[in-house]
């Protein structure tokens, strides 16, 4: 069973860093691409960022040279540094899948739970 | 980076109505528009992929439909569990973009 979960959120003061984490199961995360997206409360879903099975990272431009998606094959686990937090990243982030498929791709086919991050003095 | 427009913000509609919910883009998706329902406190779920193609297990009162940069998700015969929001995202270019989301709330 696939299975996504993340950690690491919590509190922050602006200027601050924080790790996220996003722990498979059921897969391996060197085999497909992983994003993350958040939500800002009361808000719509954003796209962040991916990483592509041969390390090619994208990002948002909000978040560009603030923060960066990494994995641990030997983990199974994904990672969201992030830093130079605002005050506007706070969010529920969620990591998630982007399954390839023929000659397309279906985009985040299984979610995490989220993990909630408060950027605030 | 291309703009994602989604309308209604909200809309009003009883059980059993066809509704529909639109997505404009402001410059050709070549078609990699997906379509997802979030309810309160949970994950958003994918729904439609690929400008209509129905994800694996998504009841079949859902079906998307457009092309290049205007396309619409509806609901046939609306049920209660369909009540929840849902957003339109182009995944043709990066950034990939959401649309502002539409609440499909009980008339």
Redesign the interface.
Known sequence: EVQLVESGGGLVQPGGSLRLSCAASGFTVSSIYMSWLRQAPER????VS?IYTGGNT????SVKGRFTISRDNSKNTIYLQMNSLRVEDTAVY?C?RVAVYGD??????Y????TLVTVSS | DIQMTQSPSTLSASVGDRVSITCRASQSTNNWLAWFQQKPGTAPKVLIYKASGLESGVPSRFSGSGSETEFTLTINSLQPDDFATYYCLQYSIYPWAFGQGTKVEIK
């Open positions: 719509g879903l954003e796209w991916i994208y990002y948002t431009d969620y998630a397309g791709w279906k985009p985040f086919d979610w995490g739970q989220g």
